[in-house]
């Protein structure tokens, strides 16, 4: 009987060939990993600065609606949260702090929270002296609004200053008044090497005359940027005569005639690395009043030559979980304090997780429609590869029998499923106030044209 000797001419992998190329694969991968998840962090810094500039933005505005004498702090024993001292330095030197017992502004220092991150809103009104040389040490008023926050460890701040003067303070036909509004005042995209991303923006004249509003545009990184009218899809025109593109007149809110739509549009020059970004500031300020102005700002990030994809999980009837629209009337889920509900679904393909997950969910008291508080956790992963994240929805008040939306972040950016993986939904019911804890619970509501409860997140194709 012949022998047959082995020959490596007869093809094939060795064993040490093949564990070298897993080794290889594992270094790439591994850096990779490390690179979407550095890129997905500064992402997360960049939306908690945007939320921040939200926030002081929204207080500022609030204070139009005071006449000039309310723009004030109130006496500290008034205000409980009247922070000591007379005086504020807004960076040009120490200022004489405005109290008065009719000011308008009932709390000095207030916090809004978002999911885990508690922002501390800080205001302060001062005397501002624009001429030494003159008789009057209080020519006008500065209101300065400090937002600050704690993010891995760290403590964070941003500031919004506003001067205000008494012919801005005072509404009426002696008195006019100037100013814009975006909405939204900040937006996040995605999009691969050498697209077009487009963000859409409304201006809204908030002041009480008839107005042109000069749009201008800046990207921090050199990105190609186009502004355009969004109904007639053409860029906008100098229509004020002064040299610079704007919006046209706009009439006083809330007439007809008193806002544009806009459409920005943000090239990503090609070759892009992943994970890569820029942020564009586009600004709109008043031709009659160079100070009344606002902006927003729109975050564009590479996927360099993977392609984006928008994932948008709706939770539906039959517990379970896709991407089908709800068109009806709505299903609900209801159970006590203790009690898990989840959904699940097929993916269709498979994808890598690019962001941050937004889970909304319509809830509301099982029983009864008094007034009380529920809340609940929230978990999302796969059956492959388990939990990704699980968040806290934080007290929920709840005072109808409606439902109310909850909406809770996960931090789920960097994982990653395949075609034919189960992903899941699951909501743990962890309070539920008063009553008995039988006949009292956590209702969701889901699927139905009014109660879209779902998952949304951004992903590539690998």
Known sequence: MGMH???RRDGGFTLIEAAVALLIATFIFVALGQTISMALRAAEERRLEQQAAALTAEVAESIRDLTYDEVALLPSASDPTRLPGSTFDPGTGAEVVIEDAIAGIPSQVTTESFNTITYTLTRYVTWVDDDPLDSSAEDYKRLTVQAEWTSRGQTRTEELETLVALEKAEAGAANPTYGAAFSPAFDTGYGQAGTDMVFTHTVANIGNRDDFFDVTVVNDAGWPVVVNDLA????????????????????????????????????????????????????ATSVHDLDASSSANDTSYSTGAFTPVGVKLYMKAGMALNSIVPSGTPSTVAGPSGASVTWSGIAPEA??????????????RRGTCAAGVVAFDASVGSTATGTWATVSSGDIPVSTCDPVLSTVVLPIDGNTFAAGDTLFVQIDITKVSSGSPSKRGLTVAFDGVDFQSNLAFNAVRP
């Open 351 to 364: 994808l890598n997780v690019a962001s941050d997950g937004t889970l909304e969910v319509h809830v509301s």
């Open 5 to 7: 000797r082995f020959d």
């Open 232 to 283: 007639t899809g053409t860029a906008l025109v100098d229509w004020s005569g002064n040299g610079t593109p704007d919006t046209g007149l706009l009439l006083p809110a809330p007439d007809p005639g008193s806002t544009i739509d806009l459409e920005v549009i943000v090239t990503v020059p090609a070759g892009t690395p992943f994970g890569e970004g820029s942020l564009t500031t586009i600004e």
